[in-house]
């Protein structure tokens, strides 16, 4: 298919383009087998996919009970076990107890601070078909690449607002988004934040090592679920459809020299309790294997998009809580982001209990944060590109960072200086 007929802003789709979209959602023989690399995907020995996916694939939630849950919580250290009790039903009982747990893990390892960064999107051309991103290749959304002159003005407007953190994110095309093109993000980055993230297509460590060398510092990747059968349903098209390579993202960065990486299910589309197990197994593993690489990991809900809002598997914040709380206990050190697709008083909540890290003055959108910054609210239609997804916390830095103080905590602006 000529990838020329997928870039376009027109509301919506015809010909051939739509013709083999129905294609791949009826006949599954039409898609690639999502196991399947590519020929310049590159293949890593490592055996905490199999082990991960193993673990995952024995869960049965249900066969753990109270008396599972009290003795994890008893325990000092949690166990592979216990973590699996913790997410089970049988600890929603005990959500008060965990969150006391998670409290005292929080502050011994992390104290009263709360990291601040924001995203900017780079661009929104996408080459894969994930049913329920809004960026997918099918949807008719205006679509934005910034100029380095757009990234730079971008960055100042962000930067005069006191960020000092910044994560870049583009949707999934090599041919919109080059490496290259995202290197000259992060040197431009580095002028004006302290610490630089990428959130972007999985890479080769190669390729890492040359964006760490343009001034990234850490690498997140959501897995989005875990679970094979499900993935394969999910993303019928790109090189976002082969699981074992998105899998072994951060291991890759890592080798290529990535100060930290984060870790991610997006929860709603899989088994959220599987796919959280399976997450935390994946830092965990990691962690041990690569003692010097910083982790963290995020647990968002699905979220409805402008164009679709397909149909997931219902979290409720109470078992959004319980997730978290389950994380802080098995990982004590780990960070812990809470997005802004949760409502700001969950986000309040959560900061100091579980999580370490929030993002404030978040836009979605490509090419609107001088509208949305210096022009009051965006409402999603402002800016050249349209949004990713609809986020529920629109505060900015200030706002954030003064709820925070509020609570007695402290808003950190950056965790690195580099020397």
Do not use: W
Request: hydrophobic fraction near 35%.
């Amino acid at each position: 298919m000529d990838e020329t007929l997928f870039f376009t802003d027109a509301p919506t789709l015809g010909g051939p383009a739509l013709e083999h979209k129905h294609r791949l959602e009826r006949d599954p023989s039409a898609r690639s087998d999502c196991m399947a690399y590519l020929p310049d995907m590159e293949r890593i020995d490592s055996p905490v996919r199999d082990q991960v996916l193993a673990q995952a694939a024995s869960y049965d939630c249900a066969r753990y009970t109270a008396a599972d849950v009290a003795a994890a919580l008893a325990r000092e250290r949690c166990t592979v076990e216990d973590l699996k009790a913790l997410l089970s039903p049988a600890a929603e009982p005990f959500l008060e107890q965990m969150a006391r747990r998670a409290r005292r893990e929080t502050q011994r390892h992390f104290g009263n601070t709360v990291y601040l960064f924001t995203p900017l999107y780079l661009a929104n051309y996408c080459e894969n078909y994930c049913v329920y991103c809004g960026f997918h290749r099918y949807n008719g959304i205006r679509r934005k690449k910034l100029t380095a002159a757009e990234m730079e003005r971008e960055m100042e407007v962000i930067a005069s607002s006191g960020m000092e953190e910044i994560l870049l994110l583009t949707g999934e095309s090599r041919s919109m988004s080059s490496v290259e093109y995202i290197g000259q993000a992060c040197a431009l980055a580095r002028r004006y934040f302290r610490n630089v993230g990428l959130e972007i297509y999985p890479a080769n460590t190669e390729e890492y090592r040359y964006l760490h060398e343009c001034g990234a510092d850490y690498v997140t990747v959501f897995q989005e679920t875990y679970d094979p059968a499900g993935y394969e349903k999910l993303h019928l098209q790109g090189r976002k459809r082969v699981f074992p390579y998105r899998f072994d993202a951060q291991e890759r960065a890592l080798r290529g020299g990535m100060r930290g990486v984060a870790f991610s299910a997006l929860l709603g589309l899989g088994d959220f309790r599987t796919d959280a197990l399976a997450t935390a197994l994946h830092v965990q593993m990691l962690q041990r294997k690569y003692p010097h690489g910083e982790m963290s990991l995020s647990c968002p809900r699905l979220r409805p998009t402008r164009h679709n809002a397909p149909a997931a598997q219902g979290v409720s914040e109470r078992e959004l809580l319980q997730v978290l709380c389950a994380y802080r206990i098995f990982l004590p050190y780990a960070g812990i982001t809470v997005s802004s697709r949760e409502r700001a008083a969950f986000r309040d909540g959560a900061a100091g209990l579980v999580a370490t890290k929030l993002s404030a003055g978040v836009s979605t959108g490509v090419g609107d944060h001088e509208e949305k910054y210096h022009a009051g609210s965006c409402d999603g239609a402002c800016g050249a590109g349209d949004e990713q997804f609809e986020i529920s916390d629109g505060r900015s830095l200030r706002e954030i960072y003064d709820a925070l103080t509020a609570k007695g905590l402290q808003p950190v602006l950056n965790d690195a200086l580099y020397v």
